[in-house]
């Protein structure tokens, strides 16, 4: 069973900077990709980030310039640096992985950003 660790998140001021971590059980690169989404209350779950195992990277509109997505293939880790937060930030943030068919989540790491 792939697990996939988060950490990193926490409380930050607006304009502030976190960078959050995800541990995979397996080699990342059996995955064909894997990404960052966030679900804030009483909205559904998005996409904020993801990279595929070619190196191609996506990100919604709304972090364009601001999160950067990149992993440690020796560490079978990927992060996402988060740079001048806003509050509209604020969510919980979970790590996805894919492979063919199937997906996999990690439990989620709260962040929140303070105006």
């Known amino acids: 069973q792939v697990q996939l660790v988060e950490s990193g998140g926490g409380l930050v001021q607006a304009g502030g900077s976190l960078r959050l971590s995800c541990a995979a059980s397996?080699?990342?690169?059996?995955?064909?990709?894997m990404g960052w989404y966030r679900q804030a209350p009483g909205k559904q779950r998005d996409m904020v980030a993801t990279?595929?195992?070619?190196?191609?990277?996506n990100y919604v509109d709304s972090v364009k310039g601001r999160f950067t997505i990149s992993r440690d293939n020796a560490k079978n880790t990927v992060y996402l640096q988060m740079n001048s937060l806003k509050p509209e930030d604020t969510a919980v943030y979970y790590c996805?992985?894919?492979?063919?068919?199937?997906?996999?989540w990690g439990q989620g790491t709260q962040v929140t950003v303070s105006s």
């Open positions: 996805n992985a894919r492979r063919s068919w199937r997906q996999y």
């Open positions: 397996e080699t990342i690169f059996s995955f064909n990709a």
């Open positions: 990279l595929t195992s070619g190196g191609d990277t």
